[in-house]
């Protein structure tokens, strides 16, 4: 399985910008999906995770309101909508999948918003 985030740039506060997943080599339709960040010296937090088939999704507080997740089964793709930006909201953007029991990472991709 091998995911590939683009999208990420600089944006100032109040903009908004749309990030991109691209999964390859599983059964994409059926797998969970999340968005995860990081910032320097913090743990990895959760974004937002669809359910697999997109049944359902949930929010971390933060994003609630802000973010929106949204997936193309055809294109094998996973969206953050991302609107309302705040500097607090910069980080490394990561998406990941479970399959089989594992879990999977992109590389990650930079969102930085400047006040």
């Known amino acids: 399985v091998q995911l590939v985030e683009s999208g990420g740039g600089l944006v100032q506060a109040g903009g908004s910008l749309r990030l991109s997943c691209a999964a390859s080599?599983?059964?994409?339709?059926?797998?969970?999906m999340a968005w995860y960040r990081q910032t320097p010296g913090k743990q990895r937090e959760l974004v937002g995770r669809?359910?697999?088939?997109?049944?359902?999704?949930i929010y971390a507080d933060s994003v609630k309101g802000r973010f929106t997740i949204s997936r193309d089964n055809a294109k094998k793709v996973i969206y953050l909508q991302m609107n309302s930006l705040k500097p607090e909201d910069t980080a490394v953007y990561y998406c990941?999948?479970?399959?089989?029991?594992?879990?999977?990472w992109g590389q990650g991709t930079q969102v930085t918003v400047s006040s």
């Open positions: 990941s999948t479970l399959v089989g029991g594992r879990v999977y």
């Open positions: 080599g599983s059964t994409f339709s059926i797998n969970p």
């Open positions: 669809m359910s697999s088939g997109g049944g359902s999704t």
